[in-house]
Nanobody, 128 residues
Framework: QVRMEESGGGLVQAGGSLRLSCVAS????????MAWFRQAPGKEREVVAA????????YYADSVKGRFTISRDNAKNTVYLQMNSLKPEDTAVYYC?????????????????????WGQGTQVTVSS
């Protein structure tokens, strides 16, 4: 069983920054493709950013391009989401997700159904 734990959420004013972290248990983190999703009240969960298992390929939702950066540190079993120039519409619960990819791959995945492991979420609130 893989455990995922997010941290770094909070309340910030519009224009501010936050850095989310997600630590995964186990010794196979380097085999995971990872992503950050978010879910606002009354809305469906949506992908924010994704990163491949290998080669550092990334994907961003149009709404966050140029403002958010996803990265990973395999030595620390951690994936990060640096969020800059935050807007009130970024307010949501943010979840990290992982899926095991057996072969070296630069593929990124932005479908919730692709991911096997999820964290409990961390609240991000951006005030205007």
């Amino acid at each position: 069983q893989v455990r995922m734990e997010e941290s770094g959420g909070g309340l910030v004013q519009a224009g501010g920054s936050l850095r989310l972290s997600c630590v995964a248990s186990g010794r196979t983190f380097s085999r995971y493709a990872m992503a950050w999703f978010r879910q606002a009240p009354g809305k469906e969960r949506e992908v924010v950013a994704a990163i491949s298992r290998s080669y550092g390929r990334t994907y961003y939702a149009d709404s966050v391009k140029g403002r958010f950066t996803i990265s990973r540190d395999n030595a620390k079993n951690t994936v990060y989401l640096q969020m800059n120039s935050l807007k009130p519409e970024d307010t949501a619960v943010y979840y990290c997700a992982a899926v095991t990819i057996e072969l070296y791959s630069g593929s990124v995945y932005y479908d919730t159904h692709k991911y096997d492991y999820w964290g409990q979420g961390t609240q991000v609130t951006v005030s205007s």
